[in-house]
């Protein structure tokens, strides 16, 4: 009989850095079809489909970088993104802005979301997670009935953006790599902040805020950062979705909706990673596109297959799909067998049972000091 060769297994360094390359190569590869998305897909309904998604994009990374890092859930995201596009719109037509010269205006919409978010966040970050929920959602509410009232946001009409001389054939293509940069810096900020004291500081206070706050943790402060910080990149491509569509108005900028597609977008995807906000937002919104041209799903029932949507994911897949998935494989990989290999017993085998009137524990290797 052949003698069979033992298996080398990889060592752990090697695995790493074999999962390093396998990351790096997969990030190449999806920024490629990303850059060459709208040069091979020039149909202006397809590149629409990449520049709302790419603005999901942004906005479930946005709200993740808050609620998915701190565990608490903003009903109220659209308060920031209504608000961005009002800013760009009142900005442009009082200062009699016209054509590119508008996306000046960007920055100064993204500070109107983080000087709204201070207040807000003062106010709502006081309460815990549940009550916090519902002061979003009356602050939402709030700023949709001023945009229904007040004189220099149009009413019911709202505002028109300013005219864009961009030849109809190529109008998406620029509005797409605008917000895939948007995209792309928003999952950058949230990879940043996750690797950061600071992102520790959020999860500390997610896994367990009064004992974060007894180990140091300001809290109130690092709470309110990066709830600043989410309130002014959704501004911004508030801003951005207001002038590639021409119009917002109270029931489109404060849009319920926009803020239970976040939640669904981020909890599918898989909720407090970095991926998973954009894997959820890539399938939500483009399938929400779909579902609206439809004529047999016309009225609410495109919502109604959300929700049901959304309900089958806590139910049976809580973590997301990327958590869930990366579990998977790893079980794979492992065949069933625990990836940690557990700690030996060192000393002579107990010749009998363990009992509480033993003379001493066995030292166990990991105990060994």
Known sequence: MT??????????????????????????????????????LTNPSVTNYGVLALIYVTCASAWNIFSGNTGYISIGQAVFYGSGAYAMGIAARDWHMEGTAVFWLLPLCGAVGAIIAVPFGLIALRVRRHTFIVITIAVFFIF?????????????????????????????????????????????????????????????IRDDEDRARGLGVKAMRVKLGAFTISGAITAMIGAVWFY?????????????????????MVFLGGYGSISGPVLGALIIEPLTLWLNTQPALSGSVSEIMLGAVFLLVVLFMPRGIIPTGGEFITKIRTRGRPAVIPATTIGPA?????????????????GAR
Do not use: C, H
């Open 3 to 40: 003698p069979v060769s033992p298996v080398t297994p990889v060592s752990p360094v090697t695995s790493k850095r074999l999962g390093t390359t396998a990351k790096g190569g997969g990030l190449v590869l999806l920024a490629a079809i990303a850059v060459l998305f709208p040069q091979v």
């Open 144 to 204: 949709q009935l001023m945009a229904f009232n007040f004189w220099f946001t149009g009413g019911s009409s709202g505002l028109n953006s300013p005219f864009l001389s961009w030849p109809a054939a190529t109008y998406n293509t620029p509005f797409y790599y605008i917000a895939l940069a948007y995209a792309a810096g928003s999952v950058l900020i949230a990879w940043l902040v996750r690797r950061s004291r600071f992102g520790l500081q959020l999860r500390a």
């Open 244 to 264: 590639y569509l021409n119009q917002v108005e109270p029931q489109t900028g404060f849009n319920p909706l926009f803020d239970l597609a976040l939640v669904l």
């Open 350 to 366: 107990s010749s009998g049972p363990t009992t509480p009137f033993s003379s001493g524990p066995p030292v166990s290797s990991g």
